[in-house]
C-alpha cells in the first residue's frame, strides 16, 4: 500500500487528469435503485455515502501534503 507522499510523488509526475495512477479509491459502483438487484434505499444511500466520504478523506490528505510541500 503506498503512501499519501508517495500518491502526491505520482499525481506530480502523471498529472492530475491520471487518477487512476495516483488515487486509492476504486471499486465504486453505480446505486442499483429500482433494479432487481437493489438493497433497498437505506442501504444504497449507506453504500454511496461511505464512498464518498472515503475519497474525500483521501483528497483531503492529499492536498495536506501538497500544502507541506509548498510550506517547506
Known sequence: M???EE???ILLREGV???KKWATIHG???PTWGTND???WATEYRKLRD???EET???FDVI???VKRINE
Open 2 to 4: 503506498k503512501t499519501i
Open 7 to 9: 500518491r502526491v510523488d
Open 51 to 53: 464512498h464518498h466520504l
Open 28 to 30: 465504486y459502483e453505480e
Open 64 to 66: 495536506r501534503e501538497l
Open 17 to 19: 487528469d491520471n487518477p
Open 57 to 59: 478523506k483521501f483528497l
Open 38 to 40: 437493489s438493497h433497498g
